[in-house]
């Protein structure tokens, strides 16, 4: 099983590599990366999280995605609590670097991660934690953020398409609700595209950093060894001495194992803290995690199953 889902996992990432070199031939650029992105985030993910809904109801699958929801609020409780001891630094600083760690790049690298590696119910088991993520991103996260007065506007950032689509597929898993297989079949063409163009749109990013002047800050290496190794470890722990299934107790470590997420930037840009920080450790993180999530994932996967 370790040698199966090495192998997926570097396929992944052979796969990101592309983006990289397509984006630095000038195949695409800023702007058609950011299209490839919307495409992605708004059409593509959201269609194969609904398609991973549309699969048999049974006792074991939807007492998994319970337990998925409680492991991902254990870890993330866990995460926000030691970063507060973690992370130090002046007032722009600071909180950057408590997002950062706290929150993975779950959804556009772990869903094809997963995808890849588990299929359907990997992703089925995903959603889980990205509903937590999400919900506790526009809280806590604009708590730390110092911006108290957004958090009456909050809400209306739970309408995304991931979270939407979320809802739909539990609607139709619930009801057993099955999409007509004219409509099922053309949605799983798209949805499909998912692992292939999320691993290219997150080549294509990490190509548009400055890499070499970002490799030269020691405190980025700090801030990946503890989002990279300290964390996953960690999670993993807990999962472990958790009542898991393997499907459910990987796919948590697979989310944990993410690299910083794009929303770190997005949050500094929208609370005028350092946004070019955030985007140094979301490109650090992502580089790095091309090593670390094969190697930890080799080690989770010895112990979980």
Not at 222 to 250: D, Q, R
Request: include cysteine; proline fraction near 4%.
């Amino acid at each position: 099983m370790s040698l199966i889902v090495l192998k997926k996992i570097i396929e992944m990432f052979i796969i990101l590599l592309v983006g990289v070199i397509i984006y630095k031939a000038k195949i695409i650029n800023d702007v058609s990366t950011k299209h490839l992105s919307n495409v992605l985030l708004l059409l593509v993910s959201p269609l194969l999280i609904i398609q991973s809904y549309q699969i048999d109801f049974n006792r074991e699958l939807l007492q998994g995605l319970i337990w998925a929801f409680a492991a991902s609020f254990l870890t993330f409780l866990f995460m926000i609590v030691a970063s507060e001891f973690l992370c130090h630094g002046d007032r722009n600083r600071s909180p950057v670097e408590k997002i950062a760690v706290s929150y993975s790049n779950s959804g556009f690298i772990g869903i094809p991660l997963i995808s890849g590696v588990l299929g359907d119910k990997g992703v089925f088991y995903m959603t889980a934690y990205i509903t937590v993520f999400n919900l506790l991103l526009w809280t806590h996260g604009i708590i730390l953020m110092g911006d108290n007065d957004g958090l009456k506007g909050a809400w209306k950032n739970f309408l995304s398409p991931a979270i939407l689509s979320i809802v739909i597929g539990i609607i139709l898993f619930l009801f057993q609700l099955r999409l007509p297989q004219f409509i099922e079949n053309p949605l799983e063409m798209i949805a499909s595209m998912n692992t292939p163009l999320g691993m290219i749109v997150a080549g294509a990013n990490l190509a548009q950093g400055n890499i070499l002047k970002s490799l030269k800050n020691k405190r980025l290496y700090y801030l990946s060894f503890i989002k990279l190794i300290v964390y996953p470890l960690a999670g993993l722990v807990v999962l472990w001495l958790l009542p898991l299934e393997f499907e459910v107790a990987f796919t948590v470590f697979i989310a944990l194992a993410c690299p910083a997420g794009a929303s770190v930037i997005m949050f500094a840009q929208r609370y005028d803290r350092d946004a070019y920080y955030a985007s140094e450790i979301f490109v650090i993180t992502t580089l790095l995690s091309a090593v670390t999530i094969p190697l930890l994932s080799v080690v989770a996967v010895s112990l979980l199953s």
